[in-house]
């Protein structure tokens, strides 16, 4: 961080993968802050997340369910965990990508 300059915290959830247009306006929103630092925070959530818990929920057996659940094995859930995750790093690389034609943001 600079010396003397306060960071200011941005946080931006997003529903999809951010093109680089939706990058630059997301950044110009806090181009005018010189003396801070913009440290941003992407959350990007999971696709699909409803039927990544739902297909999990079968694993832990709970018998108070009212339909039974699925039968998912140990190796199943971590196919799945595998695939959730190799899918929300692609999505965040391609939304964390710069510059969006501008000047590059500080790096902390």
Known sequence: MEAGAERYDVVVLVEQTLTPADAKVVWQL????DDQVVHYHLLLPME??????????GALG???LVVPPPSVNAEEIQVLREQCRSD???ALGASLEWPPDGPSPSSP
């Open 48 to 57: 699909d997340a409803a039927a990544a818990v739902e297909a999990s929920m």
């Open 62 to 64: 709970g018998h108070d």
């Open 30 to 33: 806090h181009e005018g802050l």
């Open 88 to 90: 929300a790093e692609k």
